[in-house]
């Protein structure tokens, strides 16, 4: 029996309890401290929550717990606020690094650079002493590599662009060092090779700092080692936090033979959808624009994966179960990919597929209104809206709405919310934030970003409970704190509910309980 607690059960019958009983790994009682002591009987353990705060556990809907993992022993650009600055940091990481060892990691965003500029190879060269190099974007959507990487990789001025693809290249066209999407997967399978981790092992140290933020849920989509991962970390009951778990496209006809379906698997580890690209990203200007880039004439982004190709991987995934989520940033990119849902909307069984688009950042008003109708789930990250505003009025035409979970949900869209970490900060109390004040944690702009899209605390902290727990088809056991539901809760220092919205990323998570048990504690 948890007592002593101010509990907002979110439940829609009984707002606020102040005690709840859990058997097993679900909630039996909830309201007054003499209701629940009742209930328990005398010999239940009790546990003191010291007058917190207590929400339903948050989800986070779109993470790539396995990257946090890995990245965390990589070289980190985020904070670098000039190409110097960025270029300084590589050295120091490089120098030692032994000879010939890949220097990984990256992180850059050369757009908040003092002076914005795509990197150079040649620079990069003279920072790691030679050693192959290959840094990602803070959006994932290109690499930086230098000459000793494109030896290895066998990119030279004659490689032709893969399908969806770019090889940034100087007048001559010399690779200048800088590929995008696509072109970035040779790169990634052959610097896997020479950088093994064990998952298994560092795992765990993510998802502890995903447990400190307070999600008790998060839906995962990265590779095939991190499913094979999360699932050893379950068979051994070192699983504290709930998983739903994507498919990578490569791994979709394996996944099929496997019988995995959406939904499948335990409230522990779930079988998700499979997780298709559309497009890129703002940052790198990727992102599939009808207008095109207003700071760069003529650039409509890129389609990453054929629509025609992806109308077949919808396809075969719905006839066999499996839900579709696909990465969609232009406004371009998401009006193709809602007409491509909307051509596959049950499986084999004539059930519903719940598709999700992920991020679903750009969008016009014809696609804005189609969410709700075609049932497709706007999987969106609040933060991106706040690190990437600056980017906007610089490059995203006016006719397009951006980050407008407002509207959305005024639709009747289902809106849930993430952090796509490690890009986006993995704790959920500054999306709540951000999604409540459109401004970043120094208060700025001082109105908000495009204002009229605020949502409210109640509404956000739905984005993170309610809205998940349906993103996943787990409304019946999640989300709410209620007779029935999975004891999954997180306490708050401070009311939520109540808080100024400057102060909620200062909020402190207290404890994390999963399955009723704590499994993180200040």
């Known amino acids: 029996m948890y007592f002593n607690g101010v509990i907002a059960t979110f439940d829609g019958v009984q707002r606020t309890a102040r005690a709840l009983v859990v058997e097993g790994e679900s909630i039996v009682a909830v309201g007054s401290e003499e209701h629940c002591r009742e209930i328990a009987g005398r010999d239940a353990q009790r546990i003191d929550l010291d007058g917190g705060f207590v929400y339903p556990g948050f989800t986070d809907c779109h993470t790539h717990l396995a990257n946090a993992a890995r990245e965390a022993t990589m070289v980190d650009l985020r904070t670098s606020r000039s190409y110097e600055e960025a270029l300084a940091e590589i050295r120091r990481f490089s120098a030692d690094r032994p000879e010939g060892q890949w220097i990984l990691g990256g992180r850059w965003a050369h757009n908040r650079w003092t002076t914005p500029h795509w990197p150079h190879r040649r620079e990069l060269d003279i920072a790691t002493g030679g050693r ?83 999600l008790t849920s998060v839906h995962d989509f990265d590779g095939v080692d991190a499913i094979e991962a999360f699932g050893d970390l379950r068979d051994a009951g070192q699983l504290p936090l709930r998983v739903f778990k994507s498919v990578p496209v490569p791994y979709l006809r394996t996944a099929i033979t496997d019988g995995w379906r959406t ?220 007779v029935g539901q999975l004891a999954d809760f997180v306490v708050l220092s401070d009311d939520l509910l109540r808080a100024d919205p400057s102060l909620i990323p200062k909020l402190q998570v207290h404890r994390t309980v999963v399955g009723g048990q704590t499994r993180w504690t200040s």
Not at 286 to 291: E, L, Q
Not at 340 to 362: K, M, S, W, Y
């Open 263 to 482: 939904g499948g698997g335990d409230h522990w580890l779930r079988q998700g959808p499979v997780k298709i690209f559309a497009d890129g990203a703002l940052g790198s200007r990727t992102a599939w624009m009808k207008a095109g880039y207003l700071d760069e004439p003529g650039n409509h982004g890129l389609t990453r994966t054929p629509v025609d190709d992806m109308d077949e991987l919808i396809r075969l995934a719905a006839e066999h179960g499996i839900a579709s989520a696909v990465h969609a940033i232009g406004d371009e990119a998401n009006s193709s990919v809602l007409a491509l849902l909307a051509r596959h909307p049950t499986d084999d069984r004539g059930q519903r597929l719940r598709h999700r688009i992920e991020h679903a950042q750009h969008l016009d008003h014809a696609a804005l209104t189609s969410f709700a109708p075609l049932g497709v789930i706007a999987s969106m990250q609040p933060t991106h809206c706040t690190d990437d505003m600056h980017m906007v009025e610089d490059a995203v035409p006016a006719a397009s709405l951006s980050y407008p979970w407002r509207s959305l949900i005024d639709t009747g869209a289902t809106v849930a919310f993430g952090s796509d970490a490690p890009i986006g900060a993995l704790e959920p109390l500054q999306g709540i934030h951000a999604a409540v004040s459109r401004q970043d944690t120094e208060g700025r702009p001082a109105d908000g970003f495009q204002p009229e899209q605020r949502i409210t605390v109640t509404e956000a902290i739905h984005a993170y409970t309610a809205a998940a727990a349906y993103a996943s088809g787990e409304e019946q056991v999640k989300g709410r704190l209620a």
């Open 132 to 214: 192959p190099a290959a840094l990602s974007t803070l959006d994932g959507h290109s690499i930086w590599v230098n000459t000793a990487a494109l030896a290895l990789l066998g990119i030279d001025a004659d490689t032709p662009d893969p399908v969806g693809g770019e090889i940034v290249r100087d007048e001559d066209g010399t690779p200048t060092g800088v590929l995008k999407e696509t072109a970035i997967e040779r790169a990634r399978s052959l610097w896997s090779t020479h950088h093994d981790v064990d998952l298994r092992a560092c795992l765990p140290l993510a998802i502890e700092r995903a447990l400190a933020g307070g």
